[in-house]
């Protein structure tokens, strides 16, 4: 593999002489079973390669000996931060906390459950050297369930579709980004937090790579199929208005059909004379017609709730504490 001098192709961008070259953002939920040998990895991985860098632990409200353990790292190595969230306010939201205290010219995301083997991060540092702002990875021979896999393969090419950044694996969170799209991340107050999909707003230089993915070892994912639908609408919602044109071009044509029916069944009348037959045909259609109302205003409740989440304008995350910072480290 090449070897391209991360920290000289970036600091020509970005003039800090205090800053690392590399910040690692990792969002923690649960995840003591993983944490000492994502670190271990992680440190192999830079040292190897000589980069200046910092490690970023979100602790997103765990339960377990999470935060602990990520002290615990942050005390006995200056490289090492702890940042611990007030309660859980997800993935996303961890990453942009993160975000908030990190300091390098490059900050990757990665999973802290190993699923992305950090030994691919000087994969995409070499493409960001390359003059690229957002380095996406694409899960080759992903290792989750084939359910998943079939919502994702939709899920990506209708968020390509509305976000207009074609790319083959938006819920890839081992990611790297340069500070001006980071700074931009962190600058904007929108609600919605799908950072992937946000970042490609923001430069024309984007790029994918295929990296590694591995299997869960340590139980389920800390999603639930719940959470997972919820992500995905606000996902569709913040990046389109196109649900709300489905639903009312459906609208249109079925008063279309409706009438046409109506007067089908008019001539009918006047043909045959009168029936009874066919009242539960017109049942079910009234059931459907009624299910796609129902639907619709489930849509335009997604947005009202969305809207009304904004302008409450409560905070993405709250930050407790951050321990492994020093004073003069602090900017
Ligand atoms: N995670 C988090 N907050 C949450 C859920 C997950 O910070 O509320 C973290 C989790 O610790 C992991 C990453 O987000 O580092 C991805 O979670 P997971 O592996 O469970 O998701 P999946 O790989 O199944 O998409
Ligand atoms: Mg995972």
Redesign the pocket.
């Known amino acids: 593999m090449a070897t391209v001098d991360v920290e000289r192709a970036t600091r020509r961008a970005f003039p800090s002489p205090t800053a690392p070259a590399v910040s690692i953002v990792?969002?923690?939920?649960?995840?003591e079973a993983n944490l000492e040998e994502l670190i271990r990895r992680l440190q192999a991985t830079l040292d190897a390669r000589g980069i200046r860098y910092e490690i970023l632990l979100v602790d997103?409200g765990s339960r377990d000996a999470s935060l602990e353990l990520m002290r615990g790292f942050a005390e006995r190595d200056d490289r090492i931060v702890a940042i611990e969230l007030q309660r859980?306010f997800?993935?996303h939201a961890?990453i942009l906390a993160g975000f908030e205290v990190c300091r390098g010219h490059v900050v990757v995301t990665l999973?802290?459950?190993l699923?992305n083997p950090p030994e691919e991060i000087p994969k995409l540092l070499d493409k960001v050297a390359e003059g690229f702002d957002v380095v996406g990875g694409w899960r080759e021979a992903r290792q989750?369930s084939a359910f998943r896999r079939g919502c994702s393969k939709i899920i990506n090419r209708l968020t390509s579709r509305m976000v207009g950044v074609d790319l083959r694996d938006y819920?890839c969170?081992l990611r790297a980004y340069t500070r001006p799209i980071i700074d931009r991340l962190k600058g904007g107050d929108e609600r919605s937090t799908f950072i992937p999909a946000l970042a490609t707003l923001y430069t024309k230089r984007v790029v994918e790579i295929p990296v590694a993915h591995h299997e869960?070892t340590d139980g389920p994912?800390?999603?639930s199929l719940g959470r997972l639908i919820q992500l995905q609408f606000d996902l569709v919602t913040a990046f389109s208005p196109s649900p709300l044109k489905v639903v009312s071009f459906s609208g249109a044509v079925m008063a279309v059909l409706g009438l046409a029916f109506a007067v089908f069944l008019g001539i009918r009348r006047l043909i045959v004379g009168p029936e009874v037959e066919g009242v539960f045909t017109l049942f079910a259609i009234l059931f459907f017609f009624v299910g796609v109302q129902l639907l619709a205003i489930g849509i335009l409740g997604e947005y009202v709730a969305r809207i009304y989440g904004q302008v409450l304008n409560r905070p993405r995350f709250l930050i407790r504490s951050v321990s492994g910072r020093d004073e003069e480290g602090e900017r």
């Open positions: 990792v969002p923690v939920f649960n995840e997103d859980n997800g993935q961890a999973d802290a459950d699923q989750d819920g969170m869960r994912s800390r999603y």
